[in-house]
T-cell receptor, first 114, second 113 residues
């Protein structure tokens, strides 16, 4: 089955510094990769996805992600973090024998300090 | 507009109650989903409807009964739940292709006493 792994439970970064939230994937065939963000007591908000094409994907709120096939990674990045970016971030994958089902990573809690 | 609405926002029910969760979207999406999410954990897929037909049931106990009355509505009927069923229940919808983005509603926070 398609799967993703988020190796970090928590990432801490100072406001204004660049941030990276890591995700690696394991898929058969071509991956469909997604990033979602969840604020406390809220649903998931879509940030960006990789289907095919350019390895650098730009998304909402200044976030971007780089698809790296050789390293099987899809790390989420932002050049300058905001305190309001503090939230829970999920990487997800579907397709292949997982079909429609989005298989999520365990989530990474991002804390941006002033 | 990428809005999925869910009602109610919060629900408290006893183990003998029957209640329903409701989800609605007006984006013309033909795939709709129910996910269950425990605190600080990733969402887990429960059901997928495609063109109003149940296409995936992830071995969910029969005390959860989904229903898709039309292409815009998705219900989840609850009966005889257990305290461990307390969670955030998320609805999502997408176009009917695997690579399409799933858009999530705000969820219903369920507490079973």
């Amino acid at each position: 089955a398609q799967s993703v792994a988020q190796p970090e439970d928590q990432v801490n970064v100072a406001e204004g510094n660049p941030l990276t939230v890591k995700c690696t994937y394991s898929v058969s065939g071509n991956p469909y990769l997604f990033w979602y963000v969840q604020y406390p007591n809220r649903g998931l908000q879509f940030l960006l996805k990789y289907i095919t094409g350019d390895n650098l994907v730009k998304g909402s709120y200044g976030f971007e992600a780089e698809f790296n096939k050789s390293q099987t990674s899809f790390h989420l990045k932002k050049p300058s973090a905001l305190v309001s970016d503090s939230a829970l971030y999920f990487c997800a994958v579907n397709g292949g024998n997982s079909g429609y089902a989005l298989n999520f990573g365990k989530g990474t809690s991002l804390l941006v300090t002033p | 507009d990428t809005e999925v609405t869910q009602t109610p926002k919060h629900l408290v029910m006893g183990m003998t109650n029957k209640k329903s969760l409701k989800c609605e979207q007006h984006m013309g999406h033909r795939a709709m989903y129910w996910y269950k999410q425990k605190a600080k954990k990733p969402p887990e897929l429960m059901f997928v409807y495609s063109y109003e037909k149940l296409s995936i049931n992830e071995s969910v106990p029969s005390r959860f009964s989904p229903e898709c009355p039309n292409s815009s509505l998705l219900n989840l009927h609850l009966h005889a739940l257990q305290p461990e069923d307390s969670a955030l229940y998320l609805c999502a919808s997408s176009q009917d292709r695997v690579q399409e983005t799933q858009y999530f509603g705000p969820g219903t926070r369920l507490l079973v006493l």
